[in-house]
């Protein structure tokens, strides 16, 4: 992430993707307003997590992105480098191993959290498998608020698979 002491300049492209927060009809999942997810980030706990960490006022972004995931984008405002929070989910029916009664589910598709005020890894917090930038520490909040709206949506449970 430092090459020399200074702090690379890190870009991420989000021209392809659809925001339309212009727009009333504009839902997360198909239910969720950009008012309901700031509630959300306030309930689960992410909003004060962002404040303590001095990371506040920050911009919320939902939308989809060009694979049509749901996206959820936590940026600082006039930034353009990689976002707080990168949070793509989709909704998924599965059948269970025992049994071949389906399950709805929120699959966590993609999930990437970026702390722009540690610039390096450290003993205490050390790269995990995939890892380019050091992250948030934000997985409690953001499983939090998937819990939250799998309650509200009435799906069975969430999904992850991750690569690593």
């Known amino acids: 992430m430092t ?22 009809d504009t839902r997360f999942l198909g239910l969720h307003t950009l ?6 980030i306030v309930k689960s706990g992410l909003d004060e997590h962002l404040r303590f960490k001095g990371l506040y006022p920050y911009d919320v972004k939902i939308g989809v992105d060009d694979e049509g995931l749901w996206l959820l984008l936590i940026t600082l405002p006039g930034e353009e480098g990689l976002p707080l ?17 389906p ?9 990437s959290t970026y702390d722009p005020t540690r610039t390096d890894f450290s003993l205490k917090r050390p ?8 992250g948030l520490g934000c997985l409690r909040h953001l499983l939090r608020m998937m819990h939250y709206s799998s309650q509200t949506l009435r ?10």
């Open 3 to 24: 090459e020399g002491g200074k702090r690379e300049r890190l870009s991420f492209d989000t021209s392809s993707w659809v925001f339309d927060t212009e727009k009333a």
């Open 35 to 40: 008012d309901d997810i700031k509630l959300l």
């Open 155 to 164: 799906m069975d449970g969430f999904l992850d698979i991750p690569e690593h």
């Open 127 to 134: 790269r995990l498998p995939g890892q380019k930038v050091p």
């Open 103 to 111: 399950f709805d589910l929120l699959k966590i598709e993609w999930l």
């Open 85 to 101: 929070v990168d949070f793509r989910v989709s909704r998924v029916r599965k059948c269970g191993i025992f049994s071949n009664t």
